[in-house]
């Protein structure tokens, strides 16, 4: 995509144990097998366009692929290319010294390797190896997140690419947030253009840039800023725009910062799917009147939810996301008109809070999002036994913390039966107005 370097990103969809008596021979130093067990693994990688990985540890601890390595991997892309053509992937990972490699061949390139970025684990908290590590100096633009947090904290997020999908109230400061943070990469999803009564809470952004696309604005922004960060924008909606879902899919993390029903349906589905980290951060609120009918916060707060694909309640089972909010956000595109009665009369009841949209607000529910990415790598709070780690809200006018009862919904296909994770998608996310995923094209 225009503003990032190609790169692939490979999902461990299925994990199969290999069996003793595939071995024949092995030692502290060497395993040898026969290749005539695998063939069915490389059939199904063939007819369900799946990459084939070789995941194997150095019981010796050698610390890096040992030639034995070489001659195993060359073997096996071997096999596969005259199996299943040269237009593959290998993925060959090896645990030694209680830490992760790995790296990619192609099979057009067989004698040619790729290092992976890093290798990333969907815990709590984020586990992250083979990134690239580096040094800090005193005056350099990361010395104080350094002197907080480390500098593998710093090379962590140096290495990640995130999504950001919505540009406004609160994806505005949390890009910047994350750009001025070192994150390597940001993928800005945001199909609205600036308004003139957006710009008491969008960063980055000034009376010049009514009328542009506010991913776009930011974008250049952090280009004019000369922040090592790279950044892609797309000016989409992601229900629609297969090309920003790819995008997306590409993401390590994912920060939702839309007030789109539809929108957040479908991140709901993606991280899941992708096997992402999701935070998703909004308002709510209710305005009314004083006794002079003056207007004024009756309650406002900012919420922060952080969902992993194994652990946490998804937006359905949080009450972020309505069947019945999604289905009247469709209703109002069919018709933007549709009044108020006649969504009643359909069963159609429209979602979300009263949200003032003003600055502080939104950016400081901003700040907590960004906060909770930098806890996940490098844990730094404490919570209180009532505040739950996947759901809290930010009382904005009672001043304290605290969150919703969980709903342990036992049925939920997302957070409880994971019907999604990591499912075969024949089209993306399985909708078929996304097209076929561009690797099984």
């Not at 003056?294 to 069947?323: A, M, N, W």
Request: aromatic share 8%.
């Amino acid at each position: 995509m225009d503003g990032l370097v190609t790169s692939d990103r490979y999902l461990a969809v299925e994990v199969i144990p290999f069996e003793d008596a595939w071995i024949t021979s092995s030692s502290h130093s060497h395993v040898s097998f026969e290749l005539k067990y695998l063939r069915d693994l490389f059939r199904q990688c063939e007819e369900e366009s799946l990459v084939f990985g070789f995941v194997h540890n150095h019981p010796g601890g050698f610390p890096d692929f040992s030639n034995t390595d070489e001659e195993n991997e060359r073997t096996l892309l071997k096999a596969l290319t005259n199996r299943n053509g040269s237009d593959i992937h290998f993925v060959a990972m090896l645990w030694t010294n209680k830490t992760w490699m790995a790296r990619i061949r192609h099979g057009q390139i067989p004698a040619a390797t790729q290092p992976a970025k890093h290798i990333l684990v969907l815990s709590r908290p984020l586990k992250m190896f083979g990134y690239r590590e580096s040094t800090t100096g005193d005056e350099d633009l990361l010395a104080r997140q350094a002197a907080a947090f480390g500098q593998p904290f710093v090379d962590k997020l140096a290495s990640l690419r995130v999504g950001v999908v919505g540009a406004g109230g609160t994806g505005s400061p949390t890009v910047m947030l994350l750009a001025r943070a070192g994150v390597g990469e940001l993928v800005v999803i945001d199909n609205d253009k600036l308004e003139k009564s957006n710009l008491n809470r969008v960063r980055g952004a000034g009376v010049s840039d009514v009328g542009k696309n506010k991913a776009r604005i930011l974008q250049d922004v952090i280009a004019s800023l000369q922040l090592p960060t790279r950044v892609a924008a797309f000016e989409s909606l992601v229900d629609q725009d297969p090309i920003a879902v790819d995008a997306l899919s590409s993401c390590d993390v994912v920060f939702g910062c839309t007030d789109d029903q539809i929108g957040r349906e479908v991140l709901n589905t993606a991280l899941y799917v992708y096997a992402q980290t999701y935070i998703d951060i909004g308002l709510g609120g209710q305005i009314t009147e004083d006794g002079e009918g003056q207007p004024y916060l009756r309650y406002h707060y900012g919420r922060v939810s952080t969902i992993l694909p194994e652990s946490g309640e998804c937006l359905f089972c949080q009450d972020v996301i309505k069947d019945v909010w999604i289905r009247h956000q469709y209703a109002l595109r069919e018709n933007p008109r549709m009044a108020a009665t006649e969504a009643r009369e359909r069963y159609l009841v429209g979602g979300g809070e009263q949200a003032p949209g003003v600055g502080p607000f939104t950016s400081a529910v901003a700040d907590y999002g960004v906060a909770t990415l930098f806890d996940l790598i490098k844990p730094f709070r404490r919570f209180p036994g009532e505040l739950r780690r996947d759901l809290f809200k930010i009382d904005f006018v009672k001043m304290e913390l605290r969150s919703n009862q969980e709903k342990n919904d036992v049925e939920c296909v997302y957070c409880r039966q994971r019907e999604y994770l990591v499912v075969r998608e024949k089209y993306r996310l399985n909708r078929p107005t996304l097209g076929k995923p561009s690797a099984a094209l």
